[in-house]
């Protein structure tokens, strides 16, 4: 499905990115995203099975890099769809060649790689910025601009799916870390943003099954949060509910197309590869939600 964009013109040369990875979320997401442009272009893609990332990258006319060091030198910033691991590793290095980087969530297993990961960013002074789906939609910033208006005094939340029972995204690291490494991210960013940022989280249950979370915030809203990625749902639940003396405020993220983030989420991560400013959603916000992971397992 191609993307469109209905942004105002871009005026500067687009920004040549790499792929790094060649799974079902690199070519229904990254390549197809950073090939329609204008913003950006897709110039190479590296995987570790060549010919999957020939079958990702023949659609948009981009090379496929023999190594990852041969796709640093084609581009001038890295898009990363792979295990958080593999990610953790090659990031520091693509930092270090001086590359913007565009990186999922979450940033890696741990926070000490993730920390090591910012530090390297921070140290090349390069760009860097998150796949956070929902915060890219329309809907979701209006959401967050009401939210923030309001006196909230408690929230109750969830991000549930069947992901992990079959299918492309029952991948082996989120088959064994479970929901709160890969639905975690999403739920504890978007609670943060619109309660205040989160000081305190409890985590109960098993993150493979069914995991409960009590967030405390710094303005001593609290938060509850349900996470599974193994329920039999029909689709995807993402839903947020505030309470106070108010009326209910919703956020029903399993309503949003998502066609609709994309082209946002490349103007932004565009606009800061050309001005060298990153937004808010760079690698120290993922630093700060791996930091909350962790508490979360009590690490």
């Known amino acids: 499905m191609p993307v469109t964009t209905t942004s105002p013109s871009w005026t500067h040369a687009p920004v040549r ?7 079902p979320w690199a070519r229904a997401v990254h390549a197809r995203v950073l090939a329609a442009g204008p913003e950006t272009r897709l110039t190479s893609v590296w995987a570790r099975r060549p010919e999957a990332a020939r079958e990702t990258a023949a659609p948009y006319g ?7 060091e041969e796709l640093l030198d084609d581009c001038e910033a890295v898009a990363f769809s792979v295990p958080p691991s593999v990610q953790a590793e090659l990031a520091v290095r693509a930092a270090e060649a001086g590359k913007a980087l565009l990186l999922e969530k979450p940033l890696a297993l741990d926070p000490a790689s993730a920390r090591r990961l910012v530090d390297a960013i921070d140290a090349s002074g390069v760009v860097s910025q998150l796949v956070l789906t929902n915060r890219y939609h329309p809907a979701t910033r209006r959401f967050l601009a009401e939210a923030q208006a309001l006196d909230v005094s ?12 079959g299918g492309d995204f029952a991948t082996p690291w989120r088959l064994e870390h479970g929901a709160l490494l890969d639905l975690g991210p999403h739920l504890l960013d978007l609670l943060d943003a619109a309660l205040g940022p989160i000081v305190r989280v ?23 949060a349900s996470l599974s990625g193994s329920v039999d ?7 947020i509910e505030l309470f106070g003396r108010h009326p209910e405020l ?7 197309d998502h066609e609709e983030s994309w082209p946002v989420l490349r103007r932004e991560f565009a606009t800061a ?4 400013r990153p937004g808010e959603l760079d690698a120290h916000r993922g630093l700060h939600l791996q930091t909350l992971i962790a508490q979360a397992l009590g690490d």
């Open 17 to 23: 990115v790499g792929l790094v990875g060649a799974g």
């Open 62 to 68: 981009a090379t496929v890099a023999a190594t990852f």
């Open 154 to 165: 408690g929230a109750r939340s969830c991000c549930l799916s069947g992901a992990f029972l």
């Open 202 to 224: 409890r985590g109960a249950g098993d993150p493979r099954r069914w995991l409960e979370l009590t967030c405390e915030h710094d303005n001593g809203t609290v938060s509850q």
């Open 233 to 239: 749902v029909e689709r995807g639940i993402t839903r």
């Open 250 to 256: 919703v956020f029903d993220g399993g309503a949003l």
């Open 273 to 276: 590869v050309r001005s060298g």
